[in-house]
């Protein structure tokens, strides 16, 4: 599904990602971890098409397509999803009606009618209950004033509404207590299929408790300097960054 | 008239127009309208540097040859219907070039007394006649000299009027040579009475200059619910001036939604007399082209313990002009006064303007007053999250400009005009190119 080759990155001329190669096949979850700024959030920010990061050499193909030829727009509409580590507040832009909007832009992307606003507000009902959030966040504006918490339940939400091939969290889990980890973690879980994959990029081992990861990266200085299965986040709780950074 | 008047050639025009209002039979007002042109003569239309105009050119237009409206321009009742939102249609005003149509009104049944104002009592006559000697807008002094009889909304004490008022402005408008007109009401407001009025403003040809002046007198405890759009044609010139005054408890709520002409400005004055008095005042704006919004706002805390709120947004596209020239006065005995004050801009162009000058003069020292502005683009950020769930960088792009709009929008209290605003007033920026 997404085949990573030599990437290379910059942002202000500065080289974040220094050759990160990294392949996932549908139905695959793989956790990339590492230490503050090893550029973990670059790549992130790189898969979901933000134009302040560069990339200087290297190739990403998303289903065989030149990902990095496509602006964020149609990435999205490809079926990649970008689960924001700080969700930007959007005052004035009423969260349902926000959502229906990114549902129906790819509905008619794929020659479909836009949905019924009574259908879309059963679905928009059920995909809230699932995630227990109260009916209140659709008469909300995006974000606005949500907790931290409530942001990332949000992104979530956004994320079972529009059903994504790939989806990148990055870094959920920070800002959740236990219950809301739990609820979020569930969420995710329950979106899975052998269809879609999902890269959570996460400093901590606790969410992979919740969603159990096919592979674990760890990422230092903009390279994956270790790949293994769960064992090796659990390796990484108790023994530190310092165990895999120092050996390289 | 006065003769001790000698001017430049813009005032002399404006004189000489007098004269053949004077012409056509002694106005109602004549008594006002002749210490407004005293007045109109000793102010003067303002140099470029003049503090009231600091960001307003209004040299085109004092340089304008105006004529006087037509005594009978004919609008259709077709043509007001159309502006008349829903659930005001039994209470509607309507003036035509500055004259109150009582045959297109509505009100049948009104729990309000509507009269000319030449038959105010004689309490509101001396206030109307001294604001006129002490008028400090020469565009006011010029309304108040050119004004019809306009009327009096007079409320009783505890009368709350629970329908919604609409009072709809027609400029008919005569592109080959411009009209002035001068709307003028009063409103009076008895001790806990309550009333929501809209006003919206329509032209139907360009070639108008409309400049009214209104005034609001609260009791103690009354309240006021007041939409104000401004949808004039862009050919045409728009003035307002509205005074406030509260007594104690009073609340003045106001909202004011420009689309903009080649020149509109809005003055407002408030006075916060007594104890416990509130004031908010919003202001949207949208503009593209040439379009020009600018507001002065005065807002005198008198008394202890009052509110004002201000919020100004301006979105300005295109070679648009916008600017905020605000004061908020706390007098010495207005002790726990609440004040804020912001005005928001979203440029959209490199060629938009906006000015902003917001001021605070503090006597009192024991009050919690904040003041603002912020000048900025597109949110990057905002920008491009939009984008990662497949909008179009078009389509965010303009549901961020409505977003911006949306918080001044939202205020305002009747569904139609809400739903009007969102629509028309933001469709002009749907044509922007991402």
């Keep these: 599904m997404l085949e990573i080759k030599n990437l290379h990155a910059r942002v202000d001329g500065n080289e974040i990602l220094e050759g990160i190669s990294l392949t996932v096949k549908a139905g695959e979850i793989h956790a990339v971890m590492g230490p503050n700024g090893s550029g973990k959030s670059t790549l992130a920010k790189i898969l979901s098409g933000h134009p302040s990061y560069e990339v200087a050499d290297g190739q990403i193909l998303f289903e065989k397509n030149n990902l990095l030829e496509m602006d964020a727009e149609e990435r999205s509409l490809s079926g990649i999803f970008m689960g924001f580590q700080y969700p930007v507040e959007v005052p004035g832009v009423n969260n349902a009606e926000f959502l229906r909007m990114a549902f129906n832009a790819r509905r008619v992307r794929d020659g479909e009618e836009e949905i019924d606003p009574l259908d879309f507000d059963e679905l928009l009902s059920e995909k809230m209950k699932m995630l227990k959030m109260e009916n209140k966040y659709k008469e909300r504006n995006l974000n606005d004033g949500f907790s931290g918490g409530e942001k990332k339940k949000n992104e979530i939400l956004q994320m079972a509404i529009l059903k994504p091939k790939l989806a990148i969290l990055d870094e959920t889990d920070s800002g959740l207590d236990i219950d809301a980890l739990r609820t979020v973690a569930e969420g995710v879980n329950s979106l899975r299929n052998e269809k879609n994959a999902l890269i959570l990029i996460t400093h901590y081992q606790r969410l992979l408790d919740y969603i159990k990861p096919d592979f674990v990266h760890v990422l230092h200085k903009g390279k994956i300097v270790k790949s293994g299965d769960k064992a090796l986040a659990i390796e990484l709780e108790s023994q530190g960054y310092d165990w895999v950074t120092t050996e390289n | ?434």
């Design chain 2, 1 to 434: 008239m006065p003769n001790t008047l000698v001017k430049s050639s813009a005032e002399s025009a404006f004189l000489d127009l007098h004269k053949k209002l004077l012409e056509r039979g002694r106005p109602a007002l004549a008594e006002l309208q002749e210490i407004a042109l005293r007045r109109f003569d000793s102010l003067r239309f303002p140099h470029s540097k003049h503090e009231m105009y600091t960001y307003v050119n209004t040299k085109e237009l004092a340089a304008t040859s105006f004529g006087l409206p037509d005594d009978a321009a004919n609008v259709s009742e077709d043509f007001v219907s159309r502006h008349i939102y829903p659930g005001c249609e039994h209470q509607c005003l309507v003036f035509v070039d500055g004259t109150f149509d009582r045959g297109l009104s509505r009100f049948e049944g009104m729990r309000a007394d509507i009269a000319p104002l030449s038959e105010a009592d004689r309490e509101l006559k001396n206030y109307l006649s001294e604001t006129a000697a002490n008028e400090n807008d020469v565009f006011a002094s010029l309304s108040t000299a050119f004004c019809g009889d306009g009327i009096i909304f007079k409320v009783d004490d505890n009368t709350q009027i629970s329908d919604t008022l609409q009072v709809l402005f027609v400029s008919t408008g005569r592109a080959a040579a411009p009209v002035m007109h001068a709307p003028r009401l009063v409103w009076q407001l008895g001790k806990l009475s309550e009333v929501k009025v809209i006003e919206k403003f329509v032209g139907r040809d360009g070639g108008y200059f409309i400049n009214s002046v209104q005034d609001w007198l609260l009791a103690e405890g009354a309240g006021v619910s007041f939409t104000q759009v401004q949808a004039d044609v862009f050919d045409s010139w728009h003035f307002s001036k509205t005074r406030v005054h509260l007594n104690r408890d009073a609340k003045f709520y106001s909202t004011n939604a420009s689309s903009g002409t080649q020149l509109a400005r809005h003055h407002y004055e408030v006075w916060l007399k007594e104890k416990g008095s509130e004031l908010k005042l919003n202001g949207i704006s949208v503009l593209d082209g040439k379009e020009q919004v600018h507001n002065f706002v005065r807002i005198h805390h008198a008394a202890p313990q009052c509110v004002s709120r201000q919020h100004f947004k301006n979105i300005v596209n295109g070679a648009a002009r916008s600017s905020f020239d605000g004061t908020v006065i706390v007098n010495r005995e207005a002790q726990l006064t609440t004040s804020d004050q912001l005005v928001n801009n979203l440029m959209l162009s490199d060629n938009c303007h906006t000015n902003n000058k917001p001021n605070l003069m503090i006597l009192a020292d024991d009050v919690k007053c904040t003041h603002g502005v912020t000048v900025g683009q597109i949110d990057e950020d905002q920008w491009f999250y939009l984008q990662t769930r497949g909008l179009s960088a078009k389509a965010a792009k303009e549901l961020l400009t409505r977003s911006f709009a949306q918080s001044i929008i939202q205020t305002i209290e009747f569904p139609a005009v809400v739903e009007e605003l969102s629509g028309s007033l933001l469709q002009k920026l749907e044509a922007t190119d991402a």
